[in-house]
């Protein structure tokens, strides 16, 4: 259902004016961040003024499915516009699959631990974001944060609200709730510490919905 959404909502952004079809030469290497290698770095295809940033090394590039096109490089959040479609595609992908993510579980069994309700305590340090309730001693379940990796929290410590992807539910055994993921509604693409920082796990995950989307679309001119 999202994959057939997502395929006309694309067709919305199209300009009304065909854009000839950019053809690089398959010896050319793609560049990519410096400082995250995982994001390749295309020319924006409607804007050659700015670059196009995307998970996907495809050339030419598929913008419907990037991540959002920088003014600069390096990227900073004032030169940043993000793709509108790219966020909620990375929601739905970890409200898939970040359960199953051996970090996100790890998380899950420390928040149950003994020590677990010190983990769930509020943060003043980083917005006031808190988990719900501490499962340490008392078999009592709570809430986890999912976070970006670009700049991973203190041990103990919870996560500024812009580096929040979203929560889930956890039980006082540390098991993943299934089906309880929400969307934090903070989180920021790119913010002073970096770009979209993923695990090695979700960002396969995430590049495989991207590049089943780009089939679509190649299959749905």
């Given at each position: ?26 010896s050319r ?7 995250n ?16 940033l ?34 909620p595609?990375?929601?739905s ?11 996100v ?5 420390a ?37 970006d ?65 780009e ?7």
């Amino acid at each position: 259902m999202l994959s057939s959404t997502f395929v006309r909502s694309t067709r919305s952004l199209r300009p009304a004016i065909r854009i000839p079809t950019l053809h690089l030469r398959a010896s050319r290497t793609i560049s990519t961040l410096p400082e995250n290698p995982q994001i390749f770095i295309h020319k924006d295809p409607f804007d050659s003024t700015k670059s196009l940033l995307s998970l996907l090394p495809t050339t030419p590039p598929t913008p419907q499915l990037a991540i959002g096109t920088s003014s600069s490089l390096p990227v900073t959040p004032q030169t940043f516009t993000s793709n509108p479609l790219f966020l909620p595609l990375l929601s739905s992908v970890f409200a898939t699959h970040a359960s199953s993510d051996p970090l996100v579980q790890a998380q899950a069994a420390a928040f149950a631990s003994p020590g677990g309700f010190n983990l769930s305590r509020p943060n003043d340090g980083a917005g006031g974001a808190s988990h719900q309730g501490g499962a340490g001693g008392g078999n009592i379940g709570g809430w986890i944060h999912v976070s970006d990796l670009r700049n991973p929290p203190d041990y103990g410590r919870i996560a500024w609200p812009e580096d929040i992807i979203g929560s889930l539910e956890v039980d006082g055994n540390g098991r993943i709730v299934e089906g309880s993921w929400q969307d934090s509604g903070s989180y920021r693409v790119v913010t002073r510490e970096g770009v979209l920082g993923l695990s090695e796990f979700m960002r396969g995950r995430v590049v495989m919905k991207l590049q089943e989307l780009e089939q679509q679309i190649k299959n749905n001119p």
